[in-house]
C-alpha cells in the first residue's frame, strides 16, 4: 500500500466539519435536533448553549448544529467572534450581517428599485452612506450609534422580522466564541427581548466553560431559556473507536488494515487522552506520520510514539516557560504517581475518594503517608492548589497532556494507570471498579455486561430484565436491552443466565456494573479470592464492595428473537444487528457454518445492512447456492455507498453469475467494481476471505483463500471469464 502520498486524515488543528469525520455525541445531537425540531416561522425563539473547556470539540459540535440545521432546509448564520465584537453596536451589527447574507443567498433580498441587498449594501450604510428605498432600518441605526446615538432595538427587531418572513424557514444564528459577550448585560438582555417578541429563530452559543456561569451572574433572566449542552470528553470507548477510525475510512483505509491492534490501541488512547478529542487526534496524526514516513510498520502507540508525540509539543509550545511542565520534569517516580492520582479526578473528588478508588484495583504502589507528603508538598510549591477539598492544577490542557506522557514514559506502561483526568468522582469510581473486575474475572468465564454508559443504573437493568422474563406484546421500552441481548448471545443462547450485580460505595457514592455467565459454569463471584481481596481492601478503607448474584431463566432463543425483532427500536436494533455480526464471525472461525448463516440472517432482520447481506451472498457462494448467492449479492451492492465494500458485493454477484453460466452480467459486474476501486486514492482492499477462480481441466473452479487484495482477484476473475468465452468458442468452432 502506497502510504507515503496519502495526507495524514488527523488534523488535530481545525475543527471539524464533515459529518464523516464527526464521531460520538449522540446524546448531544439528539438533544440539539429535539431544540430544532421545535422551530418554525410561528414558533418563538430556541437558545442552545454548547460550553465546555478548551478543545473540547465545541466548534466541531456547532459545525454539526449548522449541518442539522441546513438538513431540515433552515437558512443558517453563522459568526465567530473576536474580542473586539464584544460591545452591542459591533455584536448587531455582524451578527445582521451575517443573517443578511444568509437569507439573501437562500431565497434572494432586493430593495424595493429591484436592486440586490447584500451584505456589502448593508455595511456601506452601516457606515453612514444613505439609501434610498431601503426596506431595512437597522444599518441606519448602526450608523447613529457608531455617531454616538442609541441603538436601536425596535429596528432590529421590525428587521429580524422582516428577514424571517421573507426566508419562510426558521433561521439559525450560530455564534462561536460566544464568551466574549458572555459578561455584557447590554448584549445579553438585547438578545433575550429579541428572543421573547421574535418568531422563527434559534441562536445557537458555543463558548468556554464559564459561557453559562458568566451569563447566570450577569443576567441570569436568560439562562432559563437556554437549553445547555456540556461538551465533555468521550466517556465511551466507542466514541474514541469512531474518532480513530472515521478519519482512516475516509481515505478508503481499513483501521484494522493500519494498526497492528486496533482495539488496544483505542483502549489506551481512552485514558492516555482522558478521552479528548484534540488530544486523540493530536496522537493519530503522530502515529500516522511515523506509520508514513517508515519509523514504524503500522500505526503503534508504544513509549516511541509518547516521545515524538512530546517532541512536536517541546518543538511547538515553549515547554520551558512553563512551571508545572518543569517541575514535573524533575519529579521522582513516586511524586509523579501521587501527582497523577491527586489529579484524576480534577475539582470533583476529595482526597479521600482519589485514594480509595486508586485501591480498590490492587494495593498502591505508594502508601497513604507519602501519598499526602508529597500532597502537601505540592501545595507548597504551588504546583496544586486545594481549594475547599477540590484539586486544582495550574496550566492549560498543553501542559495537563505533557505531564501524563511525561508520566508514562517515566513509570512505564502500568496496567491500571490513574492520570490527571476531568472524571467525576463517580465515573472515576465506576471505571476503578471496571479495571478492579477486569482482573478478578481475567482466567474465567465470566464477562462484564457493556453498558450506556457510567450512568446506567440497576433500575435501567431491571426493567430490561423484566421485559425478557415476559415477551409482552407491546413495545420494547428500555433502551438498554442490547446488552441482556448480547449477553445471551456470547453465552450462546444458555437455558439460564447468571448476572452479578456488584456494587461498590464509598462516602455516599456509589458505583455498579454487572458480571454475566452462563448458568452451567455456576460462577460465584464472593467465592474467587481475588474478589475477597478488594472487599477486604474497600471495607480497610471504609468503603464496601458487594455482588450478588441473580440467576434468570431463558424463554427459547427462537421466541426472544423474533420478540426482539418486532419490538426493538432502531438504536438497539442497530447494536443487535452489530452483536451478531460479531459472533458471526467467531462461529465461523470455529468452521460452525449453519450457525454462521442464522447470525447473519438475523442481524440482517435487525437492520438490513451490507455486510451481513454480503456476507450470507458469500456463504451461499461458497456452500454452493449461486441462485441463492446472487440474490443476496444484489440485495447488498443496494446497500452501500462506500465503492470497496460495493465492488466486493459487484465481485461476489459476478461469482454467481459465473457459476450460473451469465457470462456477459458477470464481466459487466467485474468491470463496474473495477471502476469503483480505479478512483479512489488507494484501492487496495485486503478481504478476510475470497472465492477466487482458477483454471483446472478446461473448466473453472473456486477456491476460498484468506486475506486476498480485491483489485488483483477482480483481474484475475476477468481473465478466467475471457477465457471460458474463448475456450466455448474454440470448442463451438471444433464441433
Ligand atoms: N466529535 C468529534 N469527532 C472527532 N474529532 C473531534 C470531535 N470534536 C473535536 N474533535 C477534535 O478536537 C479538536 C478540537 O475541537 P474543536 O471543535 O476545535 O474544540 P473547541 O471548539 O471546543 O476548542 C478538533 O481539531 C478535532 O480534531
Ligand atoms: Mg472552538
Known amino acids: 500500500m502506497e502510504i507515503s502520498a496519502l495526507r495524514n486524515p488527523f488534523d488535530y488543528a481545525n475543527p471539524v466539519r464533515s459529518g464523516d469525520l464527526f464521531a460520538g455525541r449522540q446524546v448531544e445531537l439528539s438533544r440539539i435536533s429535539y431544540v430544532l425540531d421545535q422551530a418554525a416561522p410561528d414558533q418563538p425563539a430556541g437558545y442552545i448553549a454548547l460550553h465546555g473547556q478548551r478543545a473540547a470539540g465545541k466548534t466541531s459540535l456547532l459545525n454539526m448544529t449548522q449541518a442539522l440545521a441546513r438538513q431540515r432546509g433552515y437558512v443558517t448564520a453563522r459568526l465567530d467572534l473576536v474580542p473586539a465584537d464584544a460591545d452591542p453596536v459591533s455584536f448587531f451589527a455582524k451578527a445582521y450581517e451575517a443573517i443578511i447574507g444568509a ?75 460566544a464568551q466574549l459577550v458572555a459578561d455584557r448585560k447590554d448584549v445579553l438582555s438585547m438578545l433575550r427581548t429579541l428572543g421573547t417578541q421574535l418568531c422563527g429563530y434559534v441562536f445557537v452559543l458555543a463558548g468556554t466553560t464559564d459561557l453559562l456561569v458568566r451569563i447566570s451572574e450577569v443576567f441570569d433572566a436568560l439562562l432559563r431559556q437556554f437549553e445547555p449542552i456540556k461538551v465533555e470528553q468521550f466517556n465511551e470507548v466507542a466514541d474514541v473507536h469512531n474518532c480513530v477510525m472515521r478519519p482512516l475510512r475516509s481515505l478508503g483505509l481499513d483501521p484494522h488494515d493500519c494498526f497492528e491492534d486496533f482495539h488496544g490501541v483505542v483502549q489506551d488512547l481512552m485514558s492516555l487522552t482522558d478521552g ?13 506520520h511515523r506509520w ?68 480498590i484495583t490492587g494495593a498502591p504502589s505508594i502508601s497513604r503517608e507519602a501519598f499526602d507528603g508529597f500532597r502537601d508538598g505540592f501545595v507548597a510549591k504551588r504546583i496544586v492548589e486545594i481549594d475547599d477539598g477540590a484539586v486544582r492544577l495550574p496550566g492549560d490542557l498543553f501542559d495537563h497532556i505533557y505531564v501524563r506522557l511525561w508520566t508514562l514514559n517515566k513509570i512505564g506502561q502500568p496496567r491500571h494507570p490513574q492520570l490527571v483526568s476531568r472524571y467525576r468522582f463517580r465515573a472515576l469510581l465506576t471505571r476503578r471498579l471496571e479495571y478492579a473486575l477486569e482482573d478478578v474475572i481475567a482466567d474465567q468465564p465470566v464477562r462484564l455486561l457493556s453498558t450506556c454508559c457510567y450512568g446506567m443504573t440497576q433500575d435501567n437493568l431491571e426493567s430490561c430484565l423484566a421485559l425478557l422474563d415476559t415477551l409482552p406484546d407491546s413495545a420494547a421500552e428500555s433502551a438498554r436491552i442490547q446488552f441482556l441481548h448480547e449477553a445471551i448471545v456470547r453465552c450462546r443462547f444458555p437455558a439460564a443466565l447468571d448476572v452479578t450485580v456488584v456494587e461498590c460505595t464509598y462516602a455516599g457514592t456509589t458505583a455498579v456494573r ?15 479470592p481475588a474478589f475477597r481481596a478488594a472487599c477486604e481492601r474497600a471495607r480497610a478503607l471504609g468503603g464496601e464492595l458487594r455482588a450478588e448474584r441473580l440467576r434468570l431463566p431463558l424463554k427459547p432463543w427462537p421466541d426472544v428473537r423474533d420478540w426482539l425483532v418486532k419490538h426493538a427500536g432502531p438504536v438497539e436494533r442497530n447494536a443487535m444487528a452489530g452483536c ?30 451490507w455486510i451481513a447481506a454480503n456476507n450470507l451472498a458469500y456463504l451461499a457462494l461458497v456452500g454452493g447456492e449461486p441462485t441463492s448467492a446472487l440474490d443476496w449479492a444484489e440485495k447488498s451492492i443496494a446497500l452501500t455507498d462506500e465503492p470497496k465494500t460495493r465492488a466486493l458485493s459487484r465481485y461476489n454477484a459476478a461469482m454467481a453469475l459465473v457459476k450460473l453460466g451469465e457470462l456477459a452480467k458477470a464481466r459487466q459486474g467485474l468491470a463496474e467494481a473495477a471502476d469503483d476501486l480505479a478512483r479512489l486514492p488507494v484501492p487496495d482492499y485486503f478481504c478476510r476471505f475470497l472465492l477466487v477462480p482458477h483454471w483446472a481441466d478446461g473448466g473453472i473452479e473456486f ?12 483481474e484475475t476473475a476477468l481473465d478466467m471469464v475471457g477465457l471460458i468465452e474463448r475456450h466455448a468458442s474454440m470448442r463451438r468452432s471444433t464441433e
Open 103 to 177: 437569507v439573501g443567498e437562500a431565497v434572494g433580498l432586493t430593495a424595493s428599485d429591484g436592486r440586490k441587498i447584500t451584505p456589502r449594501i448593508v455595511r456601506r450604510v452601516m457606515h453612514g452612506e444613505k439609501q434610498d428605498d431601503f426596506p431595512l432600518e437597522f444599518p441606519e441605526s448602526v450608523a447613529q450609534a457608531w455617531a454616538g446615538g442609541r441603538l436601536s432595538e425596535m429596528a432590529l427587531r421590525a428587521d429580524l422580522e422582516y428577514l424571517a418572513e421573507q426566508a419562510g424557514q426558521p433561521i439559525v444564528l450560530l455564534v462561536d466564541e
Open 276 to 288: 479528548n478529542p484534540y488530544e486523540i487526534q493530536f496522537f493519530c496524526h503522530v502515529m500516522f
Open 292 to 359: 508514513q514516513s517508515g519509523v514504524t510498520s503500522k500505526m503503534v502507540l508504544s513509549p516511541g510514539t509518547l516521545d515524538s508525540v512530546r517532541e512536536v509539543m517541546e518543538a511547538g509550545g515553549q515547554v520551558q516557560d512553563r512551571p508545572l511542565i518543569s517541575a514535573v520534569r524533575k519529579m521522582s517516580v513516586d511524586e509523579l504517581v501521587a501527582l497523577n492520582l491527586l489529579c484524576s479526578s480534577l475539582e470533583s473528588s476529595t482526597i479521600d475518594e482519589l485514594w480509595f478508588s486508586h485501591c
Open 514 to 528: 454487572w458480571l454475566y455467565a452462563r448458568d452451567v459454569d455456576d460462577i460465584e463471584l464472593t467465592e474467587l
Open 580 to 609: 451478531h455480526l460479531t459472533e458471526s464471525f467467531d462461529v465461523y472461525v470455529d468452521g460452525d457454518v449453519p450457525a454462521t448463516v442464522e447470525h447473519l440472517s438475523t442481524a440482517f432482520r435487525f437492520e438490513p445492512s
Open 703 to 714: 477456491e476460498e483463500k484468506p486475506r486476498v487484495n480485491l483489485p488483483g482477484a477482480i
